[in-house]
């Protein structure tokens, strides 16, 4: 009987793609050990994206979330994401550096690494920087749609990739965007290409096709399958594991992995949902527009999030109207971090203010300008482009040069007590490291569903605080803090 591989990605792409990053170390601790015992071939953990959205947001020090849960995982290797260009910002190379190599430190043992552009050039030196922290380098082969994406250009990308001595590729499909029809073509042209390199499927159920596609790829021979679970899966994140087993299963396939641990994880974090208010991932009806604007799971929970801090929740279907545009405007660049968080940023940005392109941010010109890829520059509309770049800031954007920062000009620059609080300062800033360690231990999450019972106990953890009072009508509670004698 055939067997088919997990990997899960619930508490990076899941947490990502469906609560704008906003899971705490509280939710994840708990239910590492059921993760671990589940039998994955691998999980996801976290990424460079994650640390300012920790510092600035949560104020939680994503270190010491590192150091409470990684040895929590005895027999899964913990994958990092990684790519060339992993932010909004260009980073110097030994930034770069410098994050493989701590995450290293902490227990990470594979990084997976994508290029905006599948640029073989640009993969080849990240993958230099992986193999130099002792991590396991992966390439991300990001699947898009237009004329030149053809099954010809991915399994010519495959080689590319098997010529750098890589660990694995995965065939990554950000946006959702990949149909039954296309697997069927798509994935025998790159497993043919790939020969015995194991090669992974990553998708989403963005247009509700993630699971057809999974199991139209285990058909034709992709047996190692990205999957989250309940309520991090499904919606605009990746497919339910509960759900695409169950079909391989009846396709005939022996589907390696022990599920019972994780329905208890799945309780737990659907529990967490109810008490934060958080989203939980459901199928979505088939939405062909998903075609047109391509945004991936992940941007569209951070639309979301952006467009509900000034108000405009209610205009995310003109949002995604507008990144169709935007997207065009860019030449049709491939929907991934960060050139879909450009597009998706200044398509905000455009409804918010009422005019295409009035404002627009330092990504978009430095987009317009080729820094993010000449690619970018070479195919953009001419009259977008030349709007775009005729501002003071662009002028002052091309006087920058390229940052090319050692890891002592960095030391001496941000200061920290060593590398870890460094980058911390990198992707924030001292005050704000400041502010994270001030807010003192990160909250801890149950799943009795009792809110009440959460919030004492939350407050009686606090040193600062010899008593406790709550009072509403026809209830009230003193708790004190009383020293034995």
Partial sequence: MTEVYFQDTTIRDGAQSLWAYNIRTGMIAPVCAQLDDA??????????????????????????????????????????????????????????QLFDTCMANVGVKEVRISDSWNDAADWAWRVKQAKAAGLKPIINLIYTVSPRHTDEYYAA??????????????????????TPERTKTAVPAILKAAGDMTVELHTHCTTGLGT???????????????????????GSGNPSLFNVAMNARAL??????????????SKFL????????????????????QYVHQ?????????RHQL???????????????????????????????????????????????????????????YAMGIWGKEGAEFMDKNAKEKILNRPRAKEIAGRPHP????????????????????????????????????????????????????????????????VFIQRPGFSLRLEKRRSV
Avoid at 212 to 234: F, R, S, V
């Fill in 39 to 96: 039998g994955f071939e691998a999980i996801e953990l976290g990424g460079p994206i994650e640390l300012p959205k920790c510092v600035k947001e949560l104020r939680e020090d994503p270190w010491e979330r590192y150091r409470l849960i990684i040895p929590k995982f005895k027999r899964t290797p913990l994958r990092l994401v990684h790519g060339t260009r992993s932010g909004f910002a260009i980073y110097p190379d030994a930034l770069h």
């Fill in 157 to 178: 990308k495959i080689l590319e990739a098997k010529s750098l001595d890589v660990y694995r590729v995965i065939f990554k499909d950000p946006g959702g965007i990949l």
């Fill in 212 to 234: 057809l596609c999974c199991l139209e790829a285990i058909k034709a021979g992709m047996l190692h399958i990205n999957t989250a679970i309940p309520p991090l899966a499904d």
């Fill in 252 to 265: 005939g396939y022996k589907t390696m992995i022990d599920e019972e641990p994780l329905r208890e994880a």
């Fill in 270 to 289: 659907a529990a967490c949902a109810r008490q934060e208010n958080l989203p939980v991932g459901k199928t979505p009806e088939y939405d062909y527009a």
């Fill in 295 to 303: 945004i991936p799971g992940g941007m569209i929970s951070n639309l």
């Fill in 308 to 366: 509900s801090r000034v108000g405009m929740a209610h205009k995310i279907d003109q949002t995604l109207e507008e990144a169709a545009q935007v997207r065009a405007d860019f030449g049709y660049p491939i929907m991934v971090t960060p050139l879909s968080q450009f597009v998706g940023s200044q398509a905000a940005i455009n409804v918010i203010v009422g005019e295409r392109y009035k404002q627009v941010t330092d990504q978009t010109i430095e």
């Fill in 404 to 467: 090319t920062d050692t890891l002592e000009e960095l030391r001496k620059k941000y200061g920290g007590k060593n590398d870890q609080e460094l980058l911390l300062r990198f992707f924030s800033s001292k005050e704000d490291v400041d502010k994270m360690y001030a807010a003192g231990p990160a909250r801890s999450f149950t799943d009795n569903g009792n809110p009440l019972l959460n919030l004492v106990g939350e407050l009686s953890k606090q040193a600062d605080r010899s008593s």
